[in-house]
Structures are given as C-alpha cells and as structure tokens.
C-alpha cells in the first residue's frame, strides 16, 4: 500500500486511495496510515467529515483525534462555519 501512496500527487489523493476500501479488518492500518500523515493532512481530512459515512467517517475522526492539537483550529472553524457538521466538530473536539 505505501508504494502507491507515495506516487499520490496530493493529500487528498492519498486519504481517497486509503480511504477507497477500508474494511473492519484494515481500519487500523487505514487509520495508523493517515495519523502518520500528521497535520498535513488535516485540512483535508475536515473537508471529507463533510461527505464520508460510515466507517469511512469513523476512520478520519478517530484520525483528526489521534492527530490532535493540530485540528483543533480546523474543527473549530467547522463548528462556526457549518452548521450541519457542528456537532460532529464539537464532539471531536470534545475528545482532543
């Protein structure tokens, strides 16, 4: 999995190529993947909150959590900006 992840031009791409087919038997390392992206990747993973469902979303929360304090400033923007999302980001945030 990482030699295609490194031929990704974008972070977006990256968390799309990891994200494509994660299971309950590879979301830990789903997971573990993207935390190691760092705060890089936390831009990117606020805007999927918005789209992904499922076990899919669960993956990039318990990711922006384990990232930490690098996505306090981004979920907090969600929580002013997106009223349908704030819960979610005020949630998030409540575990950082």
Request: charged letters at 25%; glycine letters at 4%.
């Amino acid at each position: 999995m990482q030699a295609v992840v490194k031929t990704c031009s974008s972070i977006s791409e990256k968390l799309d190529y990891l994200l494509a087919d994660v299971n309950s038997t590879t979301k830990n390392d789903v997971e573990n993947s993207i935390v190691a992206l760092g705060a890089r990747a936390v831009n990117a993973l606020v805007e999927k909150l918005k789209t992904l469902k499922g076990i899919q979303r669960g993956v990039v929360a318990m990711s922006l959590i384990r990232i930490g304090e690098s996505s306090i400033v981004p979920l907090r923007a969600l929580a002013t900006q997106d009223k349908e999302h704030q819960w979610m980001a005020d949630y998030l945030l409540s575990e950082i």
